[in-house]
């Protein structure tokens, strides 16, 4: 598991990201990075997602070594 609550004070959250309900692990981020809008349907997140996979992988594994 990467976080559990990806909420934080002084940010604004549309109501599909608060939603959603996601407990964020390696999986579900993969997929989320993978194509933002696809996975929550009404964010109004501009990031248009990272296609390549080393990428995705490469990401994740420094917020884990974050976290």
């Known amino acids: 598991m990467i976080s559990p609550n990806p ?3 002084g940010f ?3 109501d599909a990201n608060k939603n959603k309900g996601v407990t ?3 999986s579900t981020l993969d997929e989320y990075l993978t194509d933002p809008k696809k996975y ?11 296609k390549k996979t080393n ?5 994740i594994a420094y917020l884990k070594s974050c976290s």
């Open 7 to 9: 909420f934080l004070q």
């Open 40 to 50: 929550i349907p009404g964010t109004k997140m501009i990031f248009p997602g990272l």
């Open 24 to 26: 964020w692990s390696e």
């Open 55 to 59: 990428e995705r992988q490469d990401l």
């Open 12 to 14: 604004s959250y549309t």
